[in-house]
């Protein structure tokens, strides 16, 4: 009898030590974790910048004003609660990538991101981006899906179809959908 308490208190010590969750990559954000993903988007002419706020499964989206011919610099922040979890991003930087998939819209797009944001294999991660806006409504409800991609395979800038940046495998930590409009 002793020697099965013995193997009980064993077998409950192995099961706890193996299912700590201290052992989970911490850089790891999920769905849950961001709440917001807020761009910044500057006039290059005029200097002023509007807030364009998108709340995590929101009813509505934000619709980001932009004028043909302008050019805007845009700056991606994610937050979770009031806590800025964009530093957590740019730390793991070779785990993320950003997709701007813009439907509906004529921009030319270039990522701009400094060292802190770009990749050891050299992609920028899409946190600074430059938008120079040909057409902004090219369809009835144009719009631009932000996604933030973890952990990929690989990744790319390079523009596939409507989409500026690919990625092969990995998963999604979020995603943020914002009207455009002219």
């Given at each position: ?32 974790d ?40 845009v700056?991606?922040?994610?937050l ?22 813009f ?71 979020a ?8």
């Amino acid at each position: 009898m002793k020697s099965l308490k013995y193997l009980i208190l064993i077998l409950t010590i192995i099961f706890t030590a193996g299912c700590s969750r201290a052992d989970e990559d911490l850089d790891v954000l999920s769905q849950e974790d961001i709440s917001n993903i807020i761009l910044n988007v500057k006039d290059d002419e005029t200097g002023i910048t509007q807030t364009y706020n998108y709340t995590v499964n929101s009813a509505t989206n934000p619709v980001i004003k932009l004028t043909d011919g302008k050019t805007y610099t845009v700056n991606a922040v994610f937050l979770n609660g009031n806590e800025d979890e964009t530093e957590s991003i740019i730390a793991a930087k070779d785990e993320h990538f950003l997709i701007f998939d813009f439907h509906g819209s004529i921009i030319n797009f270039t990522r701009i991101d400094d060292e802190s944001s770009t990749r050891t294999d050299g992609n920028k991660l899409g946190l600074v981006t430059k938008w120079e806006v040909v057409k902004a409504a090219n369809s009835s409800s144009p719009e631009l899906v932000l996604t933030l991609i973890h952990d990929a395979v690989s990744v790319s800038e390079v523009q596939n179809g409507t989409a500026f940046g690919t990625a092969n495998g990995g998963e999604t930590d979020a995603v943020a959908t914002f009207g455009i409009s002219n």
